[in-house]
């Protein structure tokens, strides 16, 4: 950042003020309210009508506010090219993407065989530790994860889900096959979350060589449970269904969860985006994360910086130039160079794009009534929807079948029903 308070003055008003050019002149509004100047940006004698450039005979704030709008490029010919930043009324047209069809139909067309290998190496990593339910003999916990898994990727009833997992155990992939009561009592149990999570992070792990770039957001998945209270005010009942709210970080290619936070329907964005970035880092390297306004914090931004990563989240419209030489530089940059900040955010419509396909593929809410039972069934829809994402870029990526665990894990907690 610069030194000069003149420079640094001239940044905030071509920031946050609107400049119109008239010919060859720039009409600057004056930061007071009271008034306008009329700026001609020479390139040899620049010239301002403010009582300030008129006095000393040098560069005002104003006329640094019209060269940092005004952005000169100067090519070998000796010609210049001059382009303004985008106003609020200008878009950017984002980039399409053409699509791979014949490694996208393969993927698709043997997605569940390699769904049910894939599922199975993922759960061998699961120590050896047994479930038990209350009055029956243990079961391997492995088994009980793959069979509560394959339940969300099947999209059906615990019931009618039977003859799928019997095939499954037929060809080797379960030792035991649960019952469906014992189904229910797996996404019931507290103990299952934290499986599940370091689940979801594990399946995304084979795709640290393609992912760099990530973008933050959360979205809701209902229950089939109905709130009800008295609402005092209007003197008469409400109902509200039941939900949780899921926070991700997501890789902005294949669209893979690489970290996972829930909680309840009231959690906040912007404090969920501390751990999602530890977890992140853990196995990724981290160039970009995009996020929108809920995200926008100087806390925030400094903990994507000390990862590595160039932040991109906009600024809300009140926000002004903070005290922090990262605030500011990003402040200016999100106001100045507007075409190369969108021309990288738009990459955070990729985390609602995940949101889409999740809900799309496992449905949008969820068969569990507890709230520790949604969470998991949640947590078990972004299992299945990552190792889909590795067979996807296994066919359009060509990247090599995953080794899940190429060395023992830490010890998981034991669910217990």
Known sequence: MTENPREQRGLVIAATCNLIKKGDAWIV???????????????????????????????????FAVQFVIQRQLFD????????????????KPPTYRQNWPAYNAAQVNEKAKF??????LCEGIPESDHRVSGRPRFPLRDAIFAACFKVYSTLSGRRFMTDL??????????????????FKVFE????????????????????A?????????????????????????????IQRSWVKCHVMTGVKTNCV???EIHDQHAGDSPQLKPLLATTAENFRILEVSA??????????????????MPLIPFKSNATPGTTRLWNHLYHYFHLHRPGFLARYHLRSNVESTFSMVKAKFGDGCRSKLEIAMKNEVLAKLVCHNICCLVQAMYELQIDEPEFWPAPIEQQPTAAG
């Open 29 to 63: 509004p004056s930061q007071s309210g009271n008034g306008k100047y009329t700026v001609v940006p020479d390139s040899i004698s620049p010239h301002c009508s403010c009582p300030d450039h008129e006095t000393t005979g040098g560069k005002c704030k104003h006329i």
């Open 77 to 92: 010919d000796g010609t210049v090219q001059e382009t303004r930043t985008l106003t609020v009324t200008e878009t950017i």
């Open 116 to 121: 049910l290998t894939l599922l199975h190496d």
């Open 166 to 183: 019997r095939d499954a155990k037929a060809k080797g992939l379960v030792r035991r096959a649960p019952s469906y009561n014992m189904i």
């Open 189 to 208: 149990s507290q103990a299952t979350f934290p499986c599940l999570q370091s689940l979801v992070v594990a399946a995304a792990e084979p795709l640290k």
């Open 210 to 238: 393609v992912e760099t770039s990530f973008a933050c957001d959360s979205s809701g998945f209902s229950g089939r449970r109905f709130d009800r209270w008295f609402d005092h005010k209007h003197g008469s009942h409400k």
């Open 258 to 260: 690489t970290a996972v």
């Open 292 to 309: 929108d306004l809920a995200y926008s914090s100087n806390a925030n931004l400094y903990a994507i910086a000390r990862a590595g990563g």
